[in-house]
């Protein structure tokens, strides 16, 4: 059974900086990329970064140059650095990673529980 546990989020002052973390855990063959996601009020996830199995990164627009997205893979876990945060940056961060699980032959999309940032003015 895998999991994905998040850590990290919380209440900050516009400018500053938080880390969120997500271990990987369980039967796992192998992790392919690994992102961060962000839901909107329409409860839609939208991507804020992902990083793939031979570490190429993506962002998108609103974070590049302030987020910065890398993963441990000897440790499953991927982390988010999130400098100069700013009011539009609060939501609910959820990790999700493609996995590919023991005893089957494809991968999988899994998904944290989540975390909230808030940033205020």
């Known amino acids: 059974q895998v999991q994905l546990v998040e850590s990290g989020g919380g209440s900050v002052q516009a400018g500053e900086s938080l880390r969120l973390s997500c271990a990987a855990s369980?039967?796992?063959?192998?992790?392919?990329?690994m992102g961060w996601y962000r839901q909107a009020p329409t409860n839609e996830r939208d991507l804020v970064a992902n990083?793939?199995?031979?570490?190429?990164?993506e962002y998108s627009t609103a974070v590049r140059g302030r987020f910065t997205i890398s993963r441990d893979s000897a440790k499953n876990t991927v982390f988010l650095q999130m400098n100069n945060l700013q009011t539009e940056d609060t939501g609910i961060y959820f990790c999700?990673?493609?996995?590919?699980?023991?005893?089957?032959?494809?991968?999988?999309?899994?998904w944290g529980q989540g975390t909230q940032v808030t940033v205020s003015s």
């Open positions: 999700g990673a493609d996995i590919i699980p023991w005893g089957v032959s494809r991968s999988y999309e899994y």
């Open positions: 990083i793939s199995s031979g570490s190429i990164t």
């Open positions: 369980g039967d796992i063959i192998k992790i392919n990329h």
